[in-house]
């Protein structure tokens, strides 16, 4: 059997981005990849190379507009992949088209045993977001996906027929989605580009954060509008409160107020009743959350993308030891569960990061007198309110680092009963005919 090459693996694709391709179609064709001579010698196309470690932002800022853009493999090397994809929506002309073209996640162990043994070239770049995860992040970005499809199965020359193998193979196939290669097409929606300055409040929760407060203030970036600080503090066994008044900044109004009960949640709700911000944020004191991401949190909620735009750390690979694996395990799980609960895809139900709108305070006090039991952490309670009452959801990918300071207050047995309690109770009153109020 042949080895596979470039060539063979690319084969098929060329035939594929072609049938996209109109005789007037500008089209922008972004690899990471060597691309084949074939799509070189398409007309009205532009290629850009994308190589580990480049400035790609600069490199797409100076791009003018285009009608198609392909994207291939280059997943694997972008650090960034939601601010990618909506410079790119920015590139693209209105009722525009995005391909997005990877190798099909299912051939990932595959495609490496090949590689060991030597039968198969190992340039290619692969992306190893799940295709699932993946449309989270176009979705946030402002793109709607259109259809999702494989290709190729037989990537061997194979005495000259392989390619007609490869055919019968796709036309046999073709409802199980087990090609090689995966396309997504996405159409740019319409994005209301209303960029009103609200105003904003970012509440943070500490307790035993003494050593992060004062880096995690100064990283906060200026945001528009007027920006107020809520740090509320819980008891804490160091010198967190007398820090957190310590702190002074010129960009931002800054509050700090002592919990009168215990727990997260608490904090935050307390903090809630005092905020006068349009639109609240809710961010962890750990750092284990760049703070610079909150102002594409703003930004979504600020162009009326979303209701409620809810962080995720399941998407990204996170930092070693961020996250203990058995925390993963019982994330995804209770990831899949709400998702179940409340009919929208989640990827994660339990970061700490949220960014929402002001009138989700008020359907957030009725769902709490509905399910008259205490969400240690305030997420789910935030997560099924705007369910529950209709809010538009979408999330924001996030890379999950290790605390530098301090440790978790995370009690894995307890709080997980807790949860486990919690989410029964949810399940019943999302099925039930009682009243919401």
Known sequence: ??????????????????????????????????????????????????????????????????????????????????????????????????????????????????????????????????????NVIARTAGFEIINTYTRQYFPFKFFYIGNLLNNLIELIMFRFNLGIRTYLVFKKEEVSNINSIKSKTIIIPAKNEAGNLKNLIDRIPRLEGDCELIISCGVSSDNTLEIARSIESSIFKISVIEQSLTGKANAVWEALDISKGEVIAILDADISVDPETLKDFFEIIDTNKADFVNGTRLIYSMEKGAMRFINILGNRTFQKIVSMMIGQPLTDSLCGTKVFKSDLKYELKKWQNTINYKDPFCDYDLIFSAAYSGKKILELPVHYKSRVYGATQISRFRDGYKLIKYLILSFYIFNSSNNYE
Do not use: A, C
Request: no cysteine.
């Open 1 to 134: 059997m042949n080895k596979i090459s470039s060539k063979h693996f690319y084969l098929r694709h060329h035939s594929e981005i072609v049938r996209y391709i109109g005789e007037e179609t500008k089209t922008l064709y972004i690899t990471g990849g060597n691309p084949d001579k074939k799509i070189q010698r398409i007309p009205n196309l532009e290629i850009l190379s994308i190589r580990e470690n480049q400035d790609i932002n600069s490199l797409i800022t100076n791009l003018e507009r285009y009608d198609l853009v392909v994207v291939t493999d280059i997943f694997e090397i972008i650090y960034d992949i939601y601010n990618f994809l909506k410079q790119i929506q920015e590139k693209l002309s209105q009722d525009s088209t995005l391909i997005v073209s990877t190798v099909n996640n299912v051939w990932n162990p595959v495609l490496k045993i090949f590689e060991f043994f030597n039968l198969k070239n190992s340039s290619i770049k692969r992306s190893y977001i799940p295709i699932k995860k993946f």
